[in-house]
């Protein structure tokens, strides 16, 4: 039974900072990819960051380069999604997802295997 928890969503004032944490658990080996997803009422979910665990290499939508940080403890099977200068507009519900397989290009597309449940975040 495949686990992947979130933690960390809460709200914040614009310009602040705020580490999301998602450990995974269940999974047979180690997934390909794991990504940060966001996504309001009515919107579609969007592709935040990403990052393949065995070689840490990164991705980012432009919306958020050079204020999210996406990292990884292996050790924990935990992916962080470190947000600095956090605007009205980071406003969403935030969610972890993985996969063993992704299509180098399309890892911030929500079609990832594993999804969890989601943590708020509110920039106001």
Not at 62 to 70: C, L, N
């Amino acid at each position: 039974h495949v686990q992947l928890v979130e933690s960390g969503g809460r709200s914040v004032e614009p310009g602040g900072t705020l580490t999301l944490s998602c450990t995974a658990s269940g999974l047979t080996g180690r997934p390909l990819c794991m990504a940060w997803f966001r996504q309001t009422p009515g919107k579609e979910r969007e592709g935040v960051a990403g990052i393949y665990t065995s070689s840490s290499a990164t991705i980012y939508a432009d919306s958020v380069k050079g204020r999210f940080t996406i990292s990884q403890d292996v050790a924990k099977s935990t992916v962080y999604l470190q947000m600095n200068s956090l605007k009205p507009e980071d406003t969403a519900m935030y969610y972890c997802a993985a996969d063993s397989a992704v299509v180098p290009g399309e890892e911030l597309l929500p079609d990832l295997n594993y999804w969890g449940q989601g943590t708020q975040v509110t920039v106001s």
